[in-house]
C-alpha cells in the first residue's frame, strides 16, 4: 500500500484563533438550538405534519402574514449560522452538499426528538426550512467571507499588476 502524502495545512495564530473562536461559538449556538428546540419544552403528545409547505398553504389561505412568515423565517434563519460557521471551523465543510446535508441531518434530529419526547410538532416544513437555511448560511460564507475577504489577503489569480 502506497504511504499517505497527507499533510495538515500549518495554520497562522490568527487563523487558529478564529477557528477556535468559532467552535466556540458554534457549541454555544448548538446549546441555544437545542435549548429553544427540545430542553425548554416540557413533555406532551405526539404530533406531527408530514404535508410538505403545508404552512405556506395556511399563511396564503388565511391571510396571516405576519405569523407564518415569522414560522417559516425562524426556521429559515435557525440553521443559518451552522451553514456559516461549519466552513470556518474546517475547510472540508466548504463543500455546499456536505454542510446543506449536515443541516438536514441536524434539523432531522431535532424533529426525531421532538416526536419522540413529544416536546413539539414533528414537521416535514421544518426540516426544509431548517436544511434551505444551511445552505444558505453556507452560500454567504462562500460568496462573502470565502471570495471577497480572503482575495484581499491572497494573492489572486487575476492579478492584473504583473
Not at 484581499?152 to 504583473?162: A, K, M
Request: hydrophobic letters at 45%.
Amino acid at each position: 500500500m502506497p504511504k499517505s502524502t497527507f499533510k495538515p495545512k500549518k495554520l497562522s495564530t490568527s487563523e487558529l484563533l478564529i477557528k477556535l473562536l468559532c467552535l466556540f461559538a458554534m457549541l454555544f449556538y448548538l446549546y441555544c438550538v437545542l435549548s429553544i428546540t427540545l430542553i425548554d419544552r416540557t413533555s406532551g403528545t405526539r404530533r406531527h405534519v408530514f404535508r410538505p409547505l403545508w404552512e405556506v398553504q395556511t399563511m396564503l389561505r388565511s391571510g396571516n402574514y405576519t405569523y407564518w412568515s415569522g414560522q417559516i423565517g425562524g426556521n429559515l434563519i435557525m440553521l443559518f449560522p451552522l451553514g456559516f460557521m461549519l466552513p470556518i471551523i474546517s475547510d472540508k465543510f466548504k463543500n455546499i452538499a456536505l454542510t446543506t446535508l449536515t443541516g438536514a441531518a441536524f434539523s432531522m434530529f431535532i424533529e426525531f426528538t421532538q416526536y419522540y419526547t413529544g416536546r413539539g410538532l414533528f414537521e416535514s416544513d421544518d426540516i426544509l426550512h431548517n436544511t434551505f437555511g444551511a445552505f444558505a448560511g453556507c452560500i454567504f460564507y462562500l460568496l462573502i467571507f470565502d471570495r471577497f475577504l480572503l482575495r484581499e489577503t491572497e494573492p489572486s489569480e487575476y492579478d492584473f499588476n504583473e
